[in-house]
């Protein structure tokens, strides 16, 4: 099978995985999700989506930092095809396939060779390809050409020809069976005694079994608090009815859908945050009286203004930190999602722009 | 300060415009009034902050108001004019807020390729943005005065500033079609000066393509970069132009030093035909380059003195280079390059600027001359005015010398004997300044 059949058949298997620290993949084996425990990064919730389920949240139910493995569950549909894990291990020149969403790309399949079956790292053992494999890559699956998953992604040594280290099926076969034979949500695997720790046993985030400070135990019931600024866009859009985890794209970067506009918002180390509504894209026609129309409105904003940039229409809400407060914040991002929802329309009903195409998985 | 150093200062005191800086000396008791402006911004003094910050941004010649500032207190507010080159910002403070706005063109002369850019524009900036009344096309400020301190004012206003006065220059050259407006404080400047400019210019270029036909014919394109270079940075510091041969001679040298694709021979070859088309440039559309105006922001983000220590340094790694292959014609050029280079791209303290300027000076003797001031360098004798250049020195150096206590004149220590023995100890004294407080 080629690479591109591989990649359309096992699609629906691949699943992104958002946190406020970054984004990894993840992939389906049968009820749960398989991912790097990196890649959740400590977190009871994450923010999933697939080619065919829009972002969700969902609860990381399984955490390793041990093998670097996680397991989320979900509670849309098994993918028609499923992906399955390998039986047989690999050897060296192997073919492989990577799959995940390097850089924020959607679904990229890596081709790459099998450079060493087996490569210590530590106590473990990885297989080592030479495909390179990137961040975004994390937690997502390494195929062999039958389309079994031989691996999970885990990391690269970069500068050194982009070698890629994946951990090998067996580990997850083993993973998986331990901790569906304990019948319970929300274990820890201890880095130290290797024991699998239900959470409800552990007190004070030491480890019941042989006592170590278990990270990872501490991080999930800390969770992610962010503080001032942060903090106050955040309240904010829950007071707007914004689903905060559902909209926030890393620690400082909310994206917010809003009728027919979409909206980021980012925080930047200078203090300064902006709004930024990608409205539609200029017409064709009376392109000129779309200008003046910008312009004039313009004159009647304080802090929202209208931009063009690479052909789109934006319209932008900026306020230094220190001058935000939850009752002019409310008012000015309500203005805004408000007013991009209500101008998107006007430009493109009055005016003939350009409705933009989107990505749904964004 | 001795006898001689007082009859000298005035000659300090420059009556032309060079380089692209405020031109002007800043307010004595600039840092005293900074600090007021932020303790009345903590008391919520809101009016008297915006007064104490904006007179610390009041430029002088000597002891006079350049009256780049203009202000007018009421009880309850604050209204200002402020000038930077070809903008004027019109602002009144509230207790409330801030609102400024700079006049650029003419609503009904824009045409559409100017309302892209300047709405390709507002996705750039960060405080300001264009708009229309109808009448003109202005850029706005609206900065809301809930939590301020000086930082939080002075770099909105200085966006809106550096970007009116940029943004009118480009439109004028640009988009023909387009009138300016709100230009009337900007000044022509006298006939007589710019035909001292315009023949500078075109002897420049004479001496240039003179030098370019002592290169080698291999081994030439690093040598043949320096000329076209230094010639840029030259003409854009001696007889600084404004709007279509500013604008064009800053996109040269952004397009060179940006472009990491095409060779040096081809970079080359596009500063020759711009510098040709130079060549060709009649005085009277020359003329239409320039103005006087008045300035309150510099344009360049200030740069550390161990930045401009380390160029020079690398600049003495590439003359050696070139003294030891025996390519010595281009040695003097790469001595002005090195002032050239650092006054339009670093932000420089005032004692390095009017250092770098003096060696300039020294350099273009002829060029000063004929604007008016006493030649530092007599190219013919090849004789430096060495007690005038050591005095200079030491004005410099006195004037500053009780903020940075270990700075010492090191006139006394320069080698006088040839001109690139000159420029080489020159650099190597501003090396060893010491810029403690």
Redesign the interface.
């Known amino acids: 099978m080629n690479t591109q059949n591989i990649l359309e058949d096992y699609i629906e298997n691949i699943i992104q995985i958002m946190t406020p620290y970054g984004s990894g993949s993840g992939f389906i084996i049968d009820d749960l999700i398989v991912t790097n425990s990196h890649v959740v990064s400590g977190l009871k919730e994450v923010v999933i989506s697939s080619k065919k389920e829009k972002r969700t949240i969902a609860n990381v139910i399984y955490d390793d930092p041990d093998y670097d493995l996680a397991f989320i569950e979900y509670n849309f549909e098994k993918p028609k095809k499923q992906l399955k894990l390998a039986t047989e291990p690999v050897e060296d020149g192997d073919t492989t396939i990577a799959i995940g969403h390097p850089y924020g790309l959607n679904y990229t399949a890596t081709e790459g060779i099998v450079s060493r079956a087996l490569r210590l790292q530590g106590d473990l053992e990885y297989i080592q390809i030479d495909a390179a494999i990137n961040p975004g890559n994390s937690g997502g699956p390494l195929l062999n050409t039958d389309g079994e998953v031989i691996g999970v992604n885990t990391f690269i040594i970069q500068n050194s020809n982009n070698l890629g280290f994946a951990l090998p099926y067996f580990y997850v076969q083993e993973s998986l069976t331990n901790f569906k034979a304990l019948g319970k949500k929300n274990i820890i695997k201890c880095p130290s005694c290797k024991n699998y720790i239900p959470e409800e046993n552990i007190q004070n985030d030491y480890c019941p079994e042989c006592g170590i400070k278990l990270e990872v135990a501490k991080l999930r019931r800390k969770g992610y608090k962010p503080t001032g600024a942060t903090k106050l866009v955040e309240d904010i859009l829950d007071k707007l009815n914004i689903n905060v985890t559902l909209a926030r794209r890393s620690q400082a970067s909310w994206l917010v859908d809003y009728g027919s506009a979409r909206i980021n918002i980012n925080y930047y180390e200078n203090g ?1 945050i902006i709004g930024d509504a990608k409205l539609c894209a200029i017409p064709q026609n009376r ?2 009286e779309v ?2 129309f ?3 409105e ?2 009647k ?3 929202l ?5 690479e052909n789109s229409i ?1 319209l ?1 809400y ?3 930190d ?2 935000l ?1 939850m009752e002019k914040g409310k008012i000015a991002f309500d203005r805004l999602f408000n007013y991009a929802d209500k101008f998107d329309d006007i430009l493109i009903n009055k005016f003939g722009a350009v409705k933009q195409k989107r990505d749904e998985e964004d | 300060m001795s006898w001689s150093d007082f009859f000298n200062q005035k000659q300090t005191q420059y009556l032309h415009t060079f380089g692209r800086g405020i031109h002007a000396d800043i307010a004595k008791n600039e840092e005293e009034l900074y600090a007021q402006a932020y303790e009345a911004f903590e008391q919520k003094k809101v009016l008297d902050g915006y007064e104490y910050f904006l007179r610390s941004l009041i430029n002088y010649k000597g002891e006079i108001s350049n009256e780049n500032i203009i202000l007018e207190k009421t009880d309850d507010s604050l209204k200002f004019e402020l000038y930077q080159g070809s903008a004027k910002i019109y602002a009144t403070v509230t207790k409330e807020n801030l609102y400024a706005e700079v006049s650029v063109a003419k609503a009904q002369s824009a045409s ?1 390729a100017l ?2 850019y ?6 750039q900036f ?2 300001i ?6 009448e003109f ?1 202005k850029l706005k400020l ?1 900065v ?1 005065n ?2 301020l301190s000086p930082q ?1 004012v002075f770099y909105p206003l200085r966006e809106l500033a550096l970007n009116a006065d940029f943004d009118k220059e480009h439109i004028f050259s640009e988009f023909s079609d387009a009138t300016l407006a709100d230009i009337e404080h900007i000044k022509p400047l006298e006939k007589e000066e710019l035909q001292i400019k315009y023949d500078f210019m075109q002897n420049s270029i004479t001496e240039l393509e003179t030098k370019v036909l002592t290169l080698p014919s291999n081994d030439k394109d690093g040598m043949q970069a320096f000329l076209y270079l230094n010639f840029l940075f030259k003409i854009d510091y001696l007889i600084a132009p404004n709007f279509a041969l500013y604008q064009k001679i800053s996109k040269k040298v952004q397009e060179y030093f940006l472009d990491e694709t095409s060779s040096v021979e081809m970079k080359n070859e596009e500063l020759k035909l711009y510098i040709m088309e130079l060549k060709e440039l009649n005085f009277e559309e020359f003329s239409k380059n320039f103005y006087a105006a008045k300035y309150t922001f510099e344009q360049t983000e200030k740069s550390s003195f161990e930045e401009l220590s380390k160029f020079i340094g690398e600049s003495f790694t590439k003359i050696k280079w070139y003294k030891s292959n025996r390519y010595n014609q281009i040695i003097p050029t790469i001595y002005t390059y090195i002032a050239f280079y650092a006054l339009y791209n670093y932000g420089l303290n005032n004692i390095l600027k009017a250092l770098l300027h003096l060696f300039i000076e020294i350099t273009h003797s002829k060029y000063f001359e004929q604007l008016g001031y006493k030649p530092l360098y007599n190219e013919t004798t090849q004789s430096f005015e060495k007690r005038k250049i050591i005095s200079t020195i030491d004005i410099i150096i006195h004037k500053e010398q009780q903020k940075y206590k270990n700075l010492k004149p090191f006139g006394n220590n320069l080698n006088f004997n040839s001109l690139n023995e000159f420029a080489y100890s020159f650099y190597q004294e501003i090396q060893n300044l010491n810029f403690d407080e």
Do not use: H
């Open positions: 300064i392109i000129d200008y003046n910008l312009l004039q313009n004159q904003f304080s802090y203004q209208f931009s063009i940039n934006y932008s900026l306020i230094v220190s001058s407060t | 559409v309302k892209r300047i709405l390709e524009r507002n996705y960060t405080y943005s264009y708009f229309s009344d109808g096309i609206f809301d809930l939590i939080k």
